[in-house]
């Protein structure tokens, strides 16, 4: 299980890894994904490497001070566009190959995912595993009213995101929605 960088992380070690035997990711990337450096800053360098290798990455070149203006503006934390750049770049070899993953798979994102787009990245991993042999059970979730930060617990996070200060009811909702959801995916 893995939330963001956590997500990209287990669902692409459990694609090259036939030791995992399945994934939940919570506001995953599709993609793997460009490092993250001190700050704000995104490193040209992949986030994972595999055996000593470094997986092929989305990138683009984006200056700190940008995502900073954007954040300011926005009145919350905003690197989507950054990745949104990356993946128009980026060819389909930065894709986690999903269908290797030798288990179930479950993917939850949001909306109104500001950090990432992580609902477009649960609609790419369940078209990949729907278009290849995937013998294993496989489900999305995508919330209307949750943040980047898409935990089945309260963090008191949502304040920083305009979702979770516009909609703090439905957000709690959500929470509790994805709770029951992954306990049952746990429990199948």
Not at 42 to 59: I, N, Q, R
Not at 78 to 105: C, L, W
Request: charged share 25%; glycine share 8%; with cysteine.
């Amino acid at each position: 299980m893995g939330i963001s960088k956590g997500a990209e992380l287990a669902l692409a070690a459990a694609s090259y890894s036939e030791e995992i035997n399945g994934v939940t990711a919570l506001s995953p990337s599709s993609r793997v994904n460009m490092g993250i450096g001190p700050g704000i800053s995104w490193v040209k360098a992949s986030s994972w490497t595999f055996k000593g290798d470094e997986l092929p990455y989305a990138y683009a070149k984006v200056p700190g001070w940008r995502a900073v203006l954007k954040s300011i503006r926005a009145r919350e934390l905003t690197f989507r566009f950054a990745y949104e750049e990356a993946y128009r770049n980026a060819g389909d070899e930065s894709m986690i190959p999903i269908e290797k993953i030798n288990g179930p798979v479950l993917v939850c994102g949001a909306l109104e995912d500001s950090l990432w787009p992580s609902a477009q990245a649960c609609d790419e991993i369940i078209d990949r595993l729907e278009k290849h042999p995937f013998k294993h059970p496989h489900k999305k979730l995508v919330y209307r009213y949750a943040s980047h930060i898409l935990l089945p617990f309260d963090t008191g996070y949502n304040k920083y995101f305009r979702v979770g200060r516009k909609y703090p009811g439905e957000c709690r909702q959500t929470i509790t929605d994805l709770r029951r959801e992954i306990m049952d995916w746990l429990h199948m």
